[in-house]
């Protein structure tokens, strides 16, 4: 279950923040749907059993926004209010412009470098640098990276952002909110419990 509280969460851009030690996720968090709230929540449950900082990185816009052309589910601001009460240390926002795009895989492991994370959580479809040439894979060369299995809903089907667009176009829209979680109603039925699997290099 994501128990979700008010903290002080301190919101940076990029290449900002340097730590002397952190548990990290990492991802586009768009809608921070009910599978982004359980990798959330498992990044920030093990970085207060660690006595380390949480970190939450993610996209403004969401990567496929740019690629694609979709639409975001939710503004930057809906989503750092959404991910705040989570309860994370701190919010990393990267600007997901064409410059970014073009950053190689190794500037993307240089920059959290310097937030010296312990572990990283990602998705199993994690991806990162220039024509997605980095994977969970890679990082796990470098780091103690993990990675949370998909999270499903209670039909079975993988909770993702592009599910809630497709219910949200379809007109269904209490699915749809049933998915993202932010109804108070549905928000902490997540079905997948915290764990995952270690990733090795």
Do not use: N
């Not at 209670?154 to 007109?171: N, V």
């Amino acid at each position: 279950m994501i128990h979700r509280r008010q903290i002080q969460t301190s919101v940076h851009r990029e290449d900002v923040l340097r730590l002397s030690a952190s548990v990290l996720t990492i991802g586009s968090f768009d809608g921070v749907h009910r599978g982004h709230q359980e990798l959330i929540g498992t990044a920030v449950v093990m970085a207060r059993k660690l006595g380390v900082a949480s970190v939450v990185y993610t996209f403004d816009p969401p990567p496929k926004a740019l690629l694609c052309g979709v639409r975001p589910l939710t503004s930057i601001e809906d989503k750092v209010a959404r991910i705040s009460l989570l309860g994370p240390d701190h919010i990393i926002v990267a600007r997901f412009d064409a410059a970014y795009r073009a950053r190689t895989a190794g500037d993307f492991v240089g920059e959290i470098g310097a937030l010296t994370p312990r572990v990283i959580w990602v998705g199993a479809d994690f991806r990162f640098g220039s024509c997605k040439s980095g994977d969970p894979l890679l990082l796990a060369r470098y780091f103690d990276t993990r990675i949370l299995p998909a999270v499903r809903c209670e039909a079975g089907e993988i909770m993702s952002s592009s599910r809630i667009r497709a219910l949200r176009a379809a007109g269904r829209s209490i699915e749809a909110e049933i998915l993202e979680g932010w109804s108070g109603r549905s928000y902490a039925r997540a079905v997948h419990a915290s764990g995952g699997s270690h990733v090795t290099a």
